[in-house]
């Protein structure tokens, strides 16, 4: 059935972005025969959750817009926030604790900000 999930990033630099994933992240990739900068990344096991646009938690409401969101997943969000900002890595603000976790926006040359976050939920990913 369902084998694994691909995810796309629609970048305004595809090339920039393509690097980024690359060079920055060190992430594996395929190549495509029609053209060698058409890059498809091995991303690491995954997870998907469902959030929904409307809740309450702790007495705070919560109201989003439907969207998808791509979040990377680390064990110790300093150490990897350290190591990718000595390979070019921004951030935008500082680690901030959420309520499934600590988390960062990292800025992704060419496209939207990518959530760095360090997981205190349960995980699936390694079931």
Not at 3 to 21: G, P
Not at 90 to 109: D, K, L, N, T
Request: aromatic share 12%; hydrophobic share 40%.
């Amino acid at each position: 059935m369902i084998t694994a999930i691909h995810t796309l990033i629609y970048a305004d630099d595809a090339k920039a972005t393509r690097a980024f994933l690359r060079d920055v992240l060190g992430w594996k990739y395929v190549a495509e025969d029609f053209d060698n900068d058409w890059l498809i990344f091995k991303c690491g096991p995954s997870e998907m959750g469902v959030h929904p646009t409307d809740s309450q938690w702790e007495g705070q409401s919560y109201d989003y817009s439907r969207h998808h969101l791509i979040a990377l997943m680390c064990d110790d969000i300093e150490a990897t926030v350290g190591e990718l900002r000595a390979k070019g890595a921004q951030f935008q603000g500082s680690i901030e604790q959420r309520e499934y976790g600590r988390v960062i926006m990292m800025m992704v040359p060419g496209a939207d900000d990518i959530q760095l976050y360090q997981p205190t939920h349960k995980l699936a990913y390694n079931l």
